[in-house]
């Protein structure tokens, strides 16, 4: 519930610190004291729009806090929890207004949107008054009460969950369904450039091997070659070969006999070894070209293998020894797409599964909203006869939904129709002409809803509006019962229903030298019962309405 309520600089309120309680709170005082000055601060720490306007005269900001206890709003504190926000089991809401209209908003002290401060106020305090952004005008409100009457709240969140994940597979689907085309195509390419290179059947170093075999061959042709050149050189039949010439020369050195110079015999030592070492040349040669073996066909299968290996390479504009690298990725994206065609399959199926689902559920949660729809009809029409609309009538009508989509809401549209007089069609409540009659309806339907909302602290503002006698009485004995289950605060200028409440809150204007504060301050019981008096009686207090008020206000206690 709403615990403390700090107002700084906010309108005529320059600083206002109000610790509230449970049970029903009435608020009093008289016409422009600023009553509602509290509920409009609350509504700004609750997310509403602001503008400059809102702060004080002479200020540079105004600073709104409010305070709630949430030991029995587990919802708010889950939502905390979610968020990374919780604080030992309470909440802070800060709003913070500059005189520029800049406009800043707090969650237990870290900065949020004011979608955020509207969507966790909406879980921990419901504002009811004459104005169309009450809660009850929404067809959201309808189903929310409806289905907690219901008990349905849980199913209603489980069918919720339900559509959302058949929304979130179709739209999977969908994404793979739009790129099948795309798909195939790539598919086809993929398949006809993997079967290229597995037909290539390239095997890890065979590469190196082949270029290292084929420049080998290569080399060996050319040597052969010149083997055989100067073989020729050196057995020309002629006499003019290389051998025959050094035989020639050693015959003319040695024909002089023994007895030569130094000179010449170091000089025939060394034509002999001359020519013992290219006779031994000359053997090795004639050796070498008799083992040499020249495949043609080896030549040839060695060029055309390199020759395939490099076209590819060409072909996927990748280095040759990268051939290997790209066969794997390509078999790796190929089993990708293999695995989304499986992946469409087991879509389809869960597409399949989560309708089965929902339809499930959300014809249970149909069946519980009809049954509580005839209950709930029964009783706030009773109430509403008690509030001063004689004939009054109330309907909720369930309208099936044409779409066959999973609707997060289940099968219907829940709305709350109403004729205030009798006579007049049920229309819905936003179309409600006068609002003391939506507050009085209101009412009527949170009596009866307050047993199973989750909703702890609720707030009406003047609901007693266009309405006065044993009507106002009820009003009270409503709101007090409302005030027994949680936390009420009520904004009234009947005695009737300020009479009834558990405690009394007077807001007044004190007046200073320069300028003009609203406070509010708790009353007593006598300063209550002058109160009620006033209220009964002007401004001038008699003993007769003194002793009204104090009658009035010792039977609600006793």
Not at 28 to 50: F, Q, V
Not at 68 to 91: K, N, Q, T, V, Y
Not at 285 to 308: G, K, S
Not at 354 to 359: C, D, G, I, S, V
Request: proline share 3%.
């Amino acid at each position: 519930m709403l615990v403390h309520l700090s107002v700084h600089n906010y309108a005529i309120v320059e600083h206002l610190d109000l610790e509230l309680r449970g049970g029903m709170s009435v608020i009093t005082g008289e016409t422009g004291a600023g009553k509602s000055i509290m509920l409009d601060a609350l509504s700004l720490a609750l997310g509403d729009r602001a503008d400059s306007g809102v702060v004080r005269p002479g200020a540079d900001k105004a600073d709104i806090l409010a305070s709630f206890d949430l030991r029995d709003i587990p919802e708010a504190a889950a939502w905390l929890s979610e968020r990374d926000l919780e604080h030992d089991g309470h909440c802070i809401l800060r709003r913070v207004i500059t005189a520029e209209g800049r406009s800043r908003g707090y969650i237990n002290g870290t900065p949020c949107p004011l979608a955020d401060l509207k969507s966790l106020g909406g879980l921990m305090i419901d504002i009811h008054g004459q104005h169309e952004h009450q809660s009850l005008l929404k067809l959201d409100t309808h189903r929310r009460l409806l289905d907690e009457y219901a008990g349905a709240v849980d199913l209603a969140r489980q069918v919720q969950l339900a559509s959302q994940r058949w929304k979130q597979t179709r739209s999977e689907l969908e994404r793979l369904s739009r790129s099948s085309d795309e798909h195939r195509a790539r598919h086809q390419l993929l398949s006809y450039q993997l079967e290229e290179l597995d037909n290539l059947a390239l095997v890890e170093n065979e590469l190196e091997d082949l270029e290292q075999e084929h420049k080998s061959l290569s080399n060996a042709e050319s040597l052969l070659s010149a083997c055989r050149q100067v073989l020729e050189m050196c057995r020309e039949s002629d006499g003019g070969n290389v051998i025959a010439a050094l035989t020639a020369s050693l015959n003319r050195l040695t024909a002089s006999g023994d007895g030569q110079p130094e000179a010449m015999q170091e000089a025939t030592d060394l034509l002999t070894s001359a020519q013992i070492q290219v006779e031994e040349a000359v053997g090795q040669l004639n050796r070498f070209i008799d083992n040499f073996d020249a495949d043609p066909e080896r030549q040839q299968y060695l060029e055309e293998r390199l020759d395939a290996i490099y076209t590819l390479a060409r072909k996927h504009r990748v280095q040759p020894n990268e051939l290997g690298q790209l066969q794997s990725q390509l078999r790796a994206e190929l089993a990708g797409l293999d695995a989304s065609d499986q992946t469409v399959g087991v879509l389809e199926e869960e597409l399949t599964s989560y309708l089965r689902h929902y339809a499930e559920k959300a014809t249970k949660l149909s069946g519980l909203r009809n049954k509580a729809s005839k209950a709930l009809e029964i009783k706030v029409e009773k109430e509403m006869q008690r509030l001063g609309m004689p004939g009054g009538r109330f309907s909720i009508e369930l309208r099936g939904i044409s779409n066959d989509e999973p609707q997060p809401f289940g099968q219907e549209h829940v709305e709350f129709l109403v004729s205030a007089n009798p006579g007049q069609p049920l229309k819905g409540l936003a179309k409600v002409a006068s609002g003391g009659e939506l507050s009085r309806i209101s009412l009527a339907i949170q009596v009866i809803t307050a047993q199973t909302s989750r909703v702890p602290t609720l707030v009406f503002d003047e609901v007693d509006v266009g309405i006065g006698g044993p009507t106002a009485e009820v009003v009270g004995q409503l709101l007090r019962r409302l005030g027994d289950r949680g936390q009420v605060l009520t904004v009234t200028h009947l005695p009737q229903v300020a009479a009834q409440g558990h405690q009394h809150l007077f807001v007044h204007k004190a007046r200073g030298s320069k300028e003009t504060k609203t406070a509010v301050k708790y009353l007593g019981d006598k300063d209550r019962v002058e109160e009620v008096a006033r209220m009964l009686g002007g401004v001038d207090l008699t003993q007769e309405s003194i002793a009204h008020a104090r009658k009035m206000v010792e039977t609600v206690q006793a």
